[in-house]
């Protein structure tokens, strides 16, 4: 007979995620081990194991569940009717936002994603991609004759914003919403007056 799920199954797993995160960021990931995060936990390395039958796992599913989030949460906007300016301010905004509270999934991307199979891999910076080309589109219509022609500058332009969003999330993780929202307004600002002079 086949072992039944816990009912509080999968807040269990949500726990272990949000842990096991703050110990591979702090930690480093190669340098963690499932003993720790197990301490952490406050549960057996048993226990862990039912959960995840490896560190790579439970890695791959940190990062699977943040990313994703990210992507559905952003590409999900409901952008129809506005105009392009507006679009990025809200895009940009709603980028900031969903980074609150997860300053540790975030920090791990950088030396996680390289260490998963190629397959993982390719799932996690399919996100990536998808995020990179919704914002690339909202700035070729702020701006089309600065990109017409020229993907390369596109592209660059559009990690730009992310270099100015990700610095926000290395240096304020702590930011409440309305610090959040007011350097959205202030990328904004410098991407739309930026763009437009290139």
Not at 67 to 75: E, G, N, Q
Not at 89 to 113: K, N, V, W
Not at 133 to 153: C, N, Q
């Amino acid at each position: 007979m086949a072992r039944q799920i816990a009912k509080d199954h999968d807040q269990k797993r949500a726990r272990i995620l949000k842990t096991a995160a703050r110990v591979f960021a702090e930690e480093g990931f190669a340098r963690a081990s499932m003993a720790q995060v197990a301490k952490a936990c406050e549960i057996s390395k048993a226990n862990i194991y039912h959960y995840y039958g490896s560190k790579d796992a439970l890695l791959f599913d940190i990062l699977d569940s943040y990313l994703c989030a990210l992507h559905d949460r952003v590409l999900g906007l409901q952008l129809d009717g506005l105009e392009p300016s507006e679009r990025l301010r809200r895009a940009i905004a709603e980028t900031l936002l969903a980074y609150e509270g997860m300053d540790h999934e975030h920090q791990i991307q950088t030396e996680g994603i390289a260490l998963l199979p190629p397959d993982q891999q390719e799932v996690l910076k399919g996100y990536q991609r998808d995020m990179v080309r919704f914002f690339g589109a909202i700035l070729g219509d702020v701006a089309p004759e600065s990109f017409a022609g020229d993907p390369g500058k596109l592209r660059a332009a559009t990690m730009s914003v992310f270099g100015m969003l990700n610095w926000f999330y290395m240096w304020n993780g702590g930011a409440d919403r309305e610090a959040r929202l007011g350097y959205a307004d202030l990328v904004s600002q410098l991407t739309l007056n930026g763009v437009r002079a290139l």
